[in-house]
């Protein structure tokens, strides 16, 4: 079984990541999907790939609330604090996240929500 299409055009649009000093691995597992997946920011650049499991925090949620979080109707904070986003693991390392993870958020668009 391979992977999922999005996986593959996310690949080549992460491919215009730089490396970064701070290494992150953050899974992302939704209610009722076939596939979860973990994205991986280190000093070789950004990639994707199918699973969790060396994923060092987890956000896990219901399709609903991915697609929200994905088209911006849904801040983190208010999924947080509604219970409707769980995340697990070691959190600490999304605190300083922001200006790491926000050219991901840009390159990855609309394929968000697709996984």
């Known amino acids: 079984m391979g992977e999922p299409d999005w996986m593959a055009a996310a690949n080549e649009r992460l491919a215009v990541i730089g490396p970064s000093d701070t290494e992150l691995h953050i899974g992302r597992q939704v209610t009722g999907e076939r596939y979860c997946f973990t994205l991986h920011i280190t000093e070789r650049g950004a990639t994707v790939a199918a699973?969790?499991?060396?994923?060092?925090?987890?956000?896990?949620?219901?399709?609903?609330?991915?697609?929200?979080?994905?088209?911006?109707s849904l801040s983190v904070q208010a999924a947080v604090l509604s219970g409707s986003l769980r995340i697990t693991g070691a959190t600490s390392e999304l605190v300083d996240a922001g200006p790491i993870l926000a050219p991901v958020v840009d390159a990855l668009g609309d394929l968000w929500a697709a996984g």
């Open 51 to 72: 699973g969790i499991t060396d994923a060092t925090v987890v956000l896990e949620c219901d399709q609903a609330t991915a697609a929200a979080l994905a088209d911006g």
